[in-house]
């Protein structure tokens, strides 16, 4: 279990560490009460990094300001999948976008709707999952996710679904992952890991539990070629597939990240797709 996120463990008791099937209900539920729990904790340890209006693609550094990932958004309506805070969409929003933005926890949105207060940025917030979106069809320009959503549902190929059925055609969906060339080695920024331990063709969640065996907190892994093919189901064209490079001069751990990790293989890979 995680060191740097003691406080949301102690609070929904969790005792150990599963690999175990997860169905799309008790993943939906964890990562509620885990992100609820972890809220405030997450932005004391990383608010100052995303920022209240910035978009940052990554603990890399990669900024939508420098990478223009989406292309010109001004007037278009765009939506940020998994949103946290939202700094992300709060950025567009000042670039001239119509954003609107979900998360799946309230404590996440809690903070979204605070940062809206502070900076004066009003963006629609809404509470839901990424794998049932309460949008229409073809109502989106585009859509984002940096870090949001897609790791934490059960299927990310419904999220792919969904995301391509809110879009209209030709509208970019960006997102960014953990690379899953990480899921082999285990989650530790210092030499410990730099040593495969698992398959990277198990995809078996990795689950954290309470007493009573519950899912307190769950991640799931995709292969490159998972998310390639869960991409063309959608309707979905990959144009490019970006692995960032750690940084000169970037010095900041960031759980699993660190300049010792990155200098040596990817942590992040941003799949930058179009509706067809």
């Not at 144009?239 to 900041?252: F, T």
Request: aromatic share 10%.
């Amino acid at each position: 279990m995680s060191t740097q996120h003691a406080s949301a463990e102690l609070t929904l008791g969790t005792t150990g560490i599963a690999k175990r099937p997860v169905d799309a209900a008790e993943s939906r539920t964890a990562n509620r009460i885990w992100w609820d729990a972890d809220a405030d904790d997450y932005h004391a340890e990383h608010g100052d990094f995303l920022g209240a209006a910035d978009f940052v693609w990554c603990p890399e550094g990669v900024r939508e300001e420098d990478a223009r990932l989406l292309g010109d958004v001004v007037g278009k309506r765009v939506l940020e999948v998994g949103c946290g805070s939202a700094p992300c969409a709060r950025w567009l929003t000042a670039q001239g976008a119509r954003a609107v933005a979900f998360d799946i926890s309230t404590g996440m949105l809690r903070h979204a709707a605070a940062a809206n207060r502070e900076t004066g940025i009003d963006v629609p917030l809404v509470q839901a999952s990424a794998d049932e979106l309460p949008f229409a069809d073809g109502s989106f320009d585009a859509a984002c996710s940096a870090f949001g959503a897609v790791p934490f549902v059960a299927d990310s190929g419904a999220v792919m679904r969904e995301v391509s059925r809110v879009l209209r055609p030709g509208a970019p969906w960006v997102f960014a992952v953990t690379h899953p060339i990480r899921w082999i080695f285990p989650d530790d920024p210092g030499p410990s890991g730099l040593t495969v331990t698992q398959s990277y063709f198990d995809r078996t969640p990795y689950v954290e539990v309470d007493g009573l065996g519950r899912a307190t907190y769950v991640e799931h892994h995709r292969t490159m070629g998972d998310y390639v093919r869960q991409l063309a189901d959608a309707g979905l064209e990959l144009e490019d597939l970006l692995e960032p490079e750690w940084p000169a001069g970037h010095d900041r751990e960031w759980g699993q990240w660190s300049p010792l990790r990155g200098k040596l293989f990817p942590g992040t890979a941003i799949f930058r797709t179009r509706k067809r």
